[in-house]
């Protein structure tokens, strides 16, 4: 099995391309899915951030607005919902790779796949990217974005330049969806016809 890490910073296309992935028939871990299960109603993260964020929580389980309020800009309470968030992440990256053995392929979706050090535990690593100009655009159209916000975001994110020049592959989106779907399909082509190596 060749396990490609998918990594990009935000509004730079990334879920459109692991959907890309996906429709493909590789298996895609999506680490942003996993916390959000893990954060819902029932999920089992839910007390655990309670206890370290008192208010954070409802419901519905981790109110991600709230504990974004929290956590962003302040290094030390990112560090402790960290070290809660990553390990159950990586009990269910595991499950995900045992269900999925026999696959040549896999895909980790993982936004922070440099910053948390993800890239030394896959094969190669695939960086989605926009222009500066296209990525800020999609960033402040989101609903509840703010320039403060995105700063804060990006400031927690290794730079694109540097996570394209530390990928074996480089998938655009800032083109038409034919041209980043076939670069897609070129990464696939070269995974499954060298196994990664």
């Known amino acids: 099995m060749v396990i490609l890490g ?19 028939g590789v298996p895609v871990f999506d680490a942003d899915a996993a916390v959000h299960r893990l954060q819902r109603q029932g999920g089992r993260l839910v007390e655990a951030i309670e206890r370290a964020f008192p208010g954070t929580t409802g419901a519905n389980g981790v109110d991600r607005a709230r504990l974004g ?8 309470a990112m560090r402790v919902l960290e070290a809660i968030v990553h390990p ?7 499950a995900f790779l045992s269900r999925h053995e026999a696959a040549p392929l896999v ?3 993982v936004p922070l796949l440099f910053e948390t050090g993800g890239d030394g535990r896959v094969d190669a690593v ?3 990217s926009a222009a500066v ?16 916000k ?4 990006l400031a927690r994110q290794t730079p694109d330049a540097e996570k394209r020049a530390r990928a074996r592959f480089v998938i655009p989106t800032d083109v038409p969806l034919a041209e980043t779907r076939a670069a897609v399909a070129r990464v696939i082509a070269c995974l499954a016809g060298d196994e990664g190596r």
Do not use: W
């Not at 100009?133 to 403060?148: C, K, N, S």
């Open 6 to 24: 998918l990594t990009g910073s935000i509004g730079m296309g990334k879920s459109t391309v692991a959907a890309m992935f996906a429709d493909s």
């Open 69 to 76: 309020q929290r956590v962003l800009g302040d290094d030390a």
């Open 88 to 94: 159950a992440v990586a009990q269910e990256r595991a």
């Open 107 to 109: 895909v980790f979706d």
């Open 126 to 128: 695939a960086v989605v």
């Open 133 to 148: 100009d296209v990525q800020r655009a999609r960033v402040l159209a989101r609903e509840g974005m703010t320039e403060a």
């Open 150 to 153: 995105f700063a804060a975001i």
